[in-house]
């Protein structure tokens, strides 16, 4: 009878204390991967944006999508346009994106659909994204390479990087400034309790 009490005993002593020293030893490292420094990087990230609308690319989702939540928690945050650059080669994103934001955004015509046929080829890409950076701010969300950098630059600010024009040399990148300098400085200053 004793030792069936005690067993009893020890079940619940297990059935108590277990659960609770597994959450005295889980809960700080849930506490520190709670999404919180992923929400601090997104919000770092859209921090040196203008205040005009500006076009936000990125080869991939998830970058998008942290910008994209960055940006909503943002009262009054003007209307950037953001562009997954790996949908750019079709027709419907362009006219999804048309869509989305008329004023900073055209679809093809039937016309240009017709002499472009799909995947767009680089050579149309390239001039799209001149075109862009010729007359409105353009931003990376991440290092990147490939044929859209024949003509640009990226520019680092910060978490992201503006697309700039080339010089007439393509060989020489834009000098950096002492200003950038600083501004990076600083940016990743305050990144560093992040």
Same mark, same amino acid.
Request: no cysteine.
């Given at each position: 009878?004793?030792?069936?009490?005690?067993?009893?005993?020890?079940?619940?002593?297990? #059935?108590?204390?277990?659960?609770?020293?597994?959450? @005295?030893?889980?809960?700080?490292?849930?506490?520190?991967?709670?999404?919180?420094?992923?929400?601090?990087?997104?919000?770092?990230?859209?921090?040196?944006?203008? !205040?005009?609308?500006?076009?936000?690319?990125?080869?991939?989702?998830?970058?998008?999508?942290?910008?994209?939540?960055?940006?909503?928690?943002?009262?009054?945050?003007?209307?950037?346009?953001?562009?997954?650059?790996?949908?750019?080669?079709?027709?419907?994103?362009? #006219?999804?994106? #048309?869509?989305?934001?008329?004023?900073?955004?055209?679809?093809?015509?039937?016309?240009?659909?017709?002499?472009?046929?799909?995947?767009?080829?680089?050579?149309?890409?390239?001039?799209?994204?001149?075109?862009?950076?010729?007359?409105?701010?353009?931003?990376?969300?991440?290092?990147?390479?490939?044929?859209? @950098?024949?003509?640009?630059?990226?520019?680092?600010?910060?978490?992201?990087?503006?697309?700039?024009?080339?010089?007439?040399?393509?060989?020489?990148?834009?000098?950096?400034?002492?200003?950038?300098?600083?501004?990076?400085?600083?940016?990743?200053?305050? !990144? !560093?309790?992040?």
């Amino acid at each position: 009878r004793f030792v069936a009490q005690a067993g009893m005993g020890l079940a619940l002593l297990v #059935a108590v204390a277990g659960p609770g020293w597994l959450i @005295f030893q889980n809960l700080p490292v849930v506490r520190r991967n709670d999404g919180r420094a992923l929400g601090q990087m997104a919000e770092m990230m859209v921090t040196g944006l203008p !205040a005009e609308p500006a076009f936000l690319l990125s080869d991939g989702a998830t970058e998008l999508l942290l910008a994209e939540a960055a940006l909503s928690r943002r009262q009054g945050s003007p209307p950037h346009l953001l562009i997954h650059t790996g949908f750019l080669p079709y027709h419907r994103y362009h #006219a999804k994106l #048309a869509q989305r934001n008329p004023e900073h955004w055209q679809a093809l015509t039937d016309e240009e659909s017709r002499l472009n046929p799909e995947p767009l080829p680089p050579q149309t890409l390239n001039r799209l994204i001149n075109g862009l950076v010729r007359s409105n701010a353009v931003f990376y969300l991440h290092p990147s390479m490939g044929s859209y @950098f024949e003509e640009v630059a990226l520019v680092q600010q910060g978490l992201i990087f503006r697309l700039a024009l080339l010089s007439d040399d393509p060989d020489v990148d834009p000098p950096v400034t002492p200003e950038q300098v600083a501004l990076n400085q600083k940016i990743w200053t305050d !990144a !560093a309790p992040v």
